[in-house]
């Protein structure tokens, strides 16, 4: 099997056995109805964390690929984190953006989230999969990247549901940008900087290790709308 069907098969995944995925089977999605603003914005300040974190979950698998001799896959992830720390955003990167972009059009804070019971569990587990064998944790990077365009259309389509209106541009300037060109280049040229290392008998693990992110994201998901629904919150609008 070459390595390009294998990832079309583990695309295909993301809609087919996860609803974390899904704009209208995610388990935040399906509480909508039932949730105050607060409650939902809870969310969003929770689920900026992640990206938050993805340097380093990078860097990470950075250094796998050079321990394995994967040369082109660790340039590859050094642009990728040159562009997430603001090579081709004047310095700004792009937690930045989405953190700023949060706090000025839902005008909550969101730089100094700290993760609470959901995000801590999804984050450690991701550090232990990220821990393990290179051809797992490309697995597990490669799953990252996969996931960012169905999961950043499901946060642009929670926010519009707070702002019951038209989003602010840098904000829309944060998405377009991430859904129509950056994790499109990002997810492509990570595929491709694999495929030319990775052997047949890696497939499992590469399998393995993206799985057990998606897994992971999955559980994050539902246990979050479990907090936000059994939360009472309340929130000081404006930014300190």
């Known amino acids: 099997m070459a390595f390009n069907h294998l990832t079309k098969q583990l695309n295909q995944l993301l809609t087919q056995d996860y609803l974390a995925f899904s704009s209208t089977e995610n388990p935040v999605v399906q509480i909508l109805s039932v949730t105050s603003f607060a409650q939902i914005a809870y969310v969003m300040q929770q689920y900026s964390i992640f990206p938050k974190e993805l340097v380093f979950f990078t860097e990470l698998a950075r250094q796998k690929a050079l321990e394995a001799g994967w040369n082109g896959v660790a340039q590859e ?45 999804l984050l450690k587990t991701v550090q232990l999969v990220f821990n393990q064998q290179p051809a797992y944790v490309l697995g597990a990077t490669y799953a990252i990247e996969a996931t960012s365009i169905p999961e950043l259309s499901l946060i642009m389509q929670l926010i519009k549901w707070l702002l019951e209106g038209a989003m602010p541009k840098d904000l829309q300037y944060f998405f377009d940008m991430h859904l129509n060109e950056w994790e499109l280049e990002h997810e492509e040229g990570l595929r491709t900087a694999v495929a030319a290392y990775i052997q047949p008998e890696q497939f499992g693990e590469f399998e393995a290790g993206f799985r057990a992110v998606i897994d992971a994201m ?14 009472k919150l309340t929130f000081n609008m404006a930014i300190a």
């Open 77 to 121: 992830l050094k642009q990728n984190i040159a562009e997430e720390m603001g090579s081709s955003t004047q310095g700004v990167s792009h937690y930045m953006l989405l953190a700023e972009g949060l706090e000025e059009a839902l005008g909550i804070p969101v730089k100094n989230t700290t993760p609470l019971i959901a995000t801590s569990k």
């Open 218 to 231: 999955e559980v994050w998901w539902q246990e979050l709308a479990q907090e936000a629904i059994s939360s």
